[in-house]
């Protein structure tokens, strides 16, 4: 699990980054939010904790624009405000739980696996884009009611892509959740591309597009 942390004490930052660790889970600390959207844009996170009270960030109006790119990462707000005013609003408009500041760490531990773990539940197993069904229990994509034979990998990586819609998808996201595997050198290597040139001949040449030095992205 890998978990976006946006919290600028940096004694809180690091010692939630010590906690998550002894539990197996990675934690990116950003301690502003340019920085924060630009690690939320840049990789796949399965939850993210926003400290609601960072100076200089109207943080309804960033998340609620979060919202509209990232629907599916569950978000929990952890503050110091204690105002119902404040957190009911976060509740309504994009945020899934929230804690206020001081908080337990094993409480925090619990509420996120039981958002990531929700959230995996809720995910359809029939995703339909352009003229694509793809079936995540039979492991099969078809165009206009006719089968496409995919590889394991293929049918991996368009499932991914098919998941993340409208996001943009590094070489690097795309080894970690898709290859399984990452390491700097791989970066240098041209599976990805070759895995995409492959999707876009059996599927359609204009389905998935380069965003140059970012990665790819299906609209």
Do not use: H
Not at 116 to 142: G, M
Not at 162 to 171: C, D, L, M, V, Y
Not at 177 to 192: A, G, L, P, Q
Not at 205 to 217: D, R
Request: proline share 1%; with cysteine.
């Amino acid at each position: 699990m890998k978990i976006l942390l946006v919290e600028d004490n940096e004694i809180l930052s690091r010692n939630t980054v010590r906690f998550f660790a002894l539990n197996d889970i990675q934690v990116d600390v950003s301690f502003d939010w340019e920085e924060w959207l630009y690690k939320a844009k840049s990789n796949f996170y399965d939850a993210i904790i926003l400290d609601i009270s960072l100076p200089k960030m109207d943080w309804l109006e960033l998340c609620d624009n979060l919202r509209k790119s990232w629907k599916d990462v569950p978000i929990i707000i952890l503050t110091s405000r204690n105002l119902k005013e404040d957190i009911i609003k976060g509740l309504e408009m994009w945020a899934d739980d929230y804690l206020t500041k001081p908080f337990d760490y094993d409480e925090l531990l619990a509420r996120i696996k039981s958002l990531v773990r929700r959230n995996f539940k809720n995910k359809s197993n029939i995703i339909e884009i352009w003229n694509f069904v793809l079936d995540l229990e039979k492991n099969e994509i078809t165009k206009n009611k006719k089968t496409i034979n995919l590889s394991a990998l293929e049918f991996r990586l368009i499932t991914y892509l098919f998941q993340n819609r409208w996001k943009a998808i590094s070489k690097k996201e795309l080894y970690e959740r898709v290859w399984w595997e990452f390491d700097w050198d791989i970066m240098f290597s041209k599976t990805v591309e070759v895995y995409i040139w492959y999707l876009r001949k059996k599927l359609d040449k204009n389905l998935i597009e380069t965003i140059k030095w970012v990665g790819y992205i299906i609209k």
